[in-house]
């Protein structure tokens, strides 16, 4: 039963009980170097540039990434249009042939269906397989990659000893609570010291090696790349590199830099053959930052490239760096870093890393059980940390949005690119930013998306026509975008065709105002929604059988098959409908095409639920819907629970009943998959109200997919899955999808006891509380926008108003 009440709440102005932070000293930690890229160094970034430290004491290798950094695109091909092949017309040819055949293809099978349970397990319901001629149609809507390219690393900073010896002590850390990394050692009775920290308010890599003796700091300093169309000289104390990907052969291109500077205190520099050498130092300072001239176009221009020269940048940026000191470089990183990361934080029982374990014994000790409690609780506390980390380090203002990697990428050819690819990944990405409090990491993404309507508008008509052939309006993208607005479908059979991109991507412009009420940045990107929701209306097919509208063709992610208004699709185009809607509510802007959006999605084709009583992923059920096909690690059709806010367990009875249904789906598929995967059922588990569960899958992916660096493991490295698991830990302790804020919906007994500090709410609210054996025992909520709240909490409902700046805080009413 709830309890409503409408209490009358003292405001607080400063003080609250909950002062507290969470365990101090959040850090990852080794007594060996890191010998692979991927598992073992360590990440540090600004969102420019993102840098893997290895550490190794004889030869240090820092390697270096520029978020703008890739090949392919219009200084690959001047002509460069996108990826988009054909003609207009021979595309709307395919597309009308396509759906034409799904329709029937659908028809005759409900028509002939004979699925049934029996005795025996599910008979029939299999689609019959694509004919060749229905293939012919869909792989004539694919797009062209010739001139895709790839996400590439710059460099690698060389640090080499020049007469190595063996060392001792060895310890290198990564503290997450002020991003900085450290190394010690000891060598012929000294104590080395090694720092590293990547600053955004001066975008430079600043090491500082130094030593408990005068004297003796004696090191080679190179840049080593996988890039071949370089040149690099060293003057003095600088090392410089210049260049463009090897692709890059237009007059337009790509062009990068990037410089080292060494600067000692004491010893003697000398520099040659690309080389700079210093010996016998007391302290050794060196700042690299790189550049490119790559600039995101935002029109139907597509000009990539600016006319600045970015070695002028770079020098710039490294000639400031200079004239300050080490300390105050730090100080200003550090703030810079903390005004982000200190904005919220959990604290998790006895959380205590009270053994001193290094993170790969941390670990170890989680996957034998021969952790203490406490220890595990600090291993999930710091891989929960770690996710903001990340973001912060990957994702900041004016810069692009994290990749499948973050910003970290080896290589020329990085897995699957390192791109963006939205069936998931990319909206993966994201999913922490609002709720742990990290707005400002979120706009990248959100400017990304604005850059892709141009050329989207273009595929739009380029691909689709209305179901009479007619010119639909709005924008579109696919599954697989670069940075050169590659807008068109890729070329993989099971997964390019995926219109829903740009309709889901969509979400993160209305979490963005849900979250913070930002009233002009919504009206700056309500066109943009209502485009992508304009197209939907165009495109979407009537279904003969019932009248209703669906996605034709439709493909559910990466699983198949081809047929119409697979409940991915429907989903993804519900859930823009009604941010549009809502919006313009917002807005106060009532315009016919509103109302054309309402008459669409009150047509739509909604959720369904089999007769095995999973929740149906296609529309026409088939076999696999019911068995679970092997645990496939792609659940999209689940969105309409999350991140879409259609289903909202405890909302209506409805609602209740497809929430058992997407139970009965999670069991049936099974708690396995890859690193994101499992991350998704920690949020779909949160979401369900399941803490339990949702907190088994959060061990699962600590054991099974994480690796020893904390980097989520698709396999390989993925990102995704460490933002993933982030957003869904948040989701355990905070949700506020539905009309009202939930308090520790999905606690699991692990956590039976803890604190947070900062989390956000929609309304723009931002929550502190407090529990004891389950039952939270103080609760302060900070409403920064003056809505009215209603928070459920303890099993009981308060709602109240508020005023925009005020702290209000439930104590004894919880009881
Ligand atoms: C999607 C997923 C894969 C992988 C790739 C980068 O295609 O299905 O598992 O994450 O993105």
Known sequence: MKTKAIIAIIFLSSSFILTQGQVSGLKLSYDFPATAWDSEALPIGNGHLGAMVFGDVPVDIIQVNEHSLWSGGPGKNPEYNGGHARTAAENHQSLQNARRALQEKMTAFRANNTIKIGADGVTSGDY??????????????????????????????????IQPSTYTNYFRELNIDNATQKITYQQNGVNYTREYFVSHPDNVIVIRLSADKPGKISRMFYLMSPQTNISVRVNDNVITMEGSPADHVASKRLKFAQQLKVIPTGGILTSAENKITVENADEILIFSSAATNYIQSMDADFNFFSKKNPLATVKNILNQAAQKNYTELLDTHIQDYKSLYDRMSVS???????????????????????????????????????????????????TLPANLQGIWAEGLLPPWNADYHTNINLQMNYWLAEQTNLADCHLPVI?????????????AQHYHCKPNGDPVRGWVFYLENSIWANTAPGMWYTAFYFPAAAAWMCQDVWEYYRFNQDKHFLEDNYQMMLDAALFWVDNLWRDTRDGKLVANPSYSPEHGQYS???????????????????????????????????????????????????????????QMDITGDGEHRHANHLFWLHPGTQVIPGRSDLDDLFAEAIKKTLN???????????????????????????????????????????????????IDGNFGSTAGMTEMLVQSQGDCIEILPALPDAWSTGRFKGIKARGNFEIDAKWTDGKVTSLKITSNSGNNCTVKCNGKTFSFETIAGKSYELGAELE
């Not at 890393?353 to 000790?365: D, S």
């Not at 595990?376 to 994702?395: D, P, T």
């Not at 400017?447 to 595929?459: H, I, N, Q, W």
Request: charged share 25%; hydrophobic share 30%; glycine share 8%.
């Open 564 to 622: 119409i208004g697979a409940s991915s699709d429907q989903a993804i185009i519900c859930e823009l409908f009604d941010m549009v809607i809502k919006a313009s509510e917002a807005l106060g802007k009532s315009t016919p095409e509103v109302e054309e959006v309402k008459s669409a999605k009150n047509q739509l084709s909604g959720p369904q639920i089999g007769i095995g009583g999973q929740f149906m992923e296609w529309k026409d059920e088939l």
């Open 348 to 398: 998790f029982g006895n959380a205590d890393n009270e053994n001193n374990k290094t993170t790969n014994e941390l670990l170890e000790g989680y996957k034998n059980d021969t952790n203490t409690i406490a220890e595990n609780l600090y291993l999930e506390q710091l891989y929960y940390q770690y996710g903001r980390y990340l973001l912060i380090s990957s994702s900041r203002e004016n």
């Open 447 to 459: 400017e990304y998306v604005k850059s892709l309507v141009p050329r989207g508008k273009f595929t």
């Open 668 to 718: 049936t598929r099974g708690d396995g998959g890859t690193g994101w995967s499992k991350a998704w059922k920690i949020n779909f588990w949160a979401r369900l109200r399941d803490g339990n569960r949702s907190h088994k899958l959060v061990t699962e992916i600590l054991k099974e997919s994480t690796l020893t660096n904390l980097f989520d493991t698709h396999p390989p490295f993925q």
């Open 128 to 161: 019959s397989p694509e004919d060749e001629q229905l293939r012919a149609y869909i792989e004539g809507l694919m797009g062209d990659r010739t001139d895709f390219g790839s996400y590439q690393s710059l460099s690698n900073i060389h640090i080499t000893e």
